[in-house]
């Protein structure tokens, strides 16, 4: 993975924090049983209801794009089957992930606290509003695809934080995406990498 960071991003390598990170979750946990034999490969899985879980080098990528440190919190919009949000709960002090579709919510939750994150706050409902209750935020990543920059998601972004996410571009790709926002709340963004992932699903 660490020379395919430097060949596709351009990044000079993924930190040791966060090869550490994708050592310790055991991937086996967040996929459905009929994936588990593929559990550890480094390509994409189904996970029900036409959502996959995001292959390993991808993870690692959007998580080290956070620029995130131990006393970070964390949003998350997608919490698919855990497996990012398992990652990113190695890292930082809390996170906060919410999931859309009801089914694969609950089986997160579930999988989460079997493996035993409590700093991992999860939560049913459409995450384009984001957790204002919970905003600031340091970092946030979605992962689904955006057609354009959810405003609330910006809103709830701490000056000097990024939000990580692919977005939509014209001729149809998709591009891994950083946005950043300054002291004085100017936004920039930084495409990184064409990617493909599901859509990002509204209520």
């Given at each position: ?74 949003l998350e919009v997608g919490t698919g089957s855990g497996y990012q949000t ?38 049913l409902g459409d995450g384009h509003a984001g957790w204002p209750q919970e ?61 493909r992932f599901v859509p990002f699903t509204r209520h």
């Open positions: 993975m660490v020379h395919q960071t430097r060949r596709e991003t351009g990044c000079e390598a993924l930190s040791e924090r966060v090869l550490a990170a994708l050592r310790r979750v055991e991937r086996h946990r967040f996929v459905p049983s009929a994936q588990i034999a593929q559990a550890y490969d480094n390509h994409p899985l189904p996970i029900g209801a036409g959502q996959t879980i995001s292959q390993p080098f991808i993870v690692a990528l959007m998580t080290e794009l956070m620029a995130h440190n131990a006393d970070s919190k964390v398992a990652v990113l709960a190695e890292l930082v002090a809390a996170v906060y992930t919410i999931e859309i579709v009801e089914p694969l919510g609950l089986e997160a939750a579930r999988a989460l606290a079997a493996a035993g994150y409590p700093n991992v706050h999860t939560r905003a600031p935020f340091d970092a946030i990543i979605v992962t689904a695809a955006a057609s354009e920059l959810p405003q609330p998601l910006i809103e709830q972004l701490k000056p000097g934080g990024r939000l990580v996410l692919p977005l939509d571009a014209p001729d149809g790709t998709q591009s891994l995406s950083v946005v950043e926002k300054s002291a004085a709340g100017a936004i920039t963004v930084r495409p990184v990498l064409r990617v």
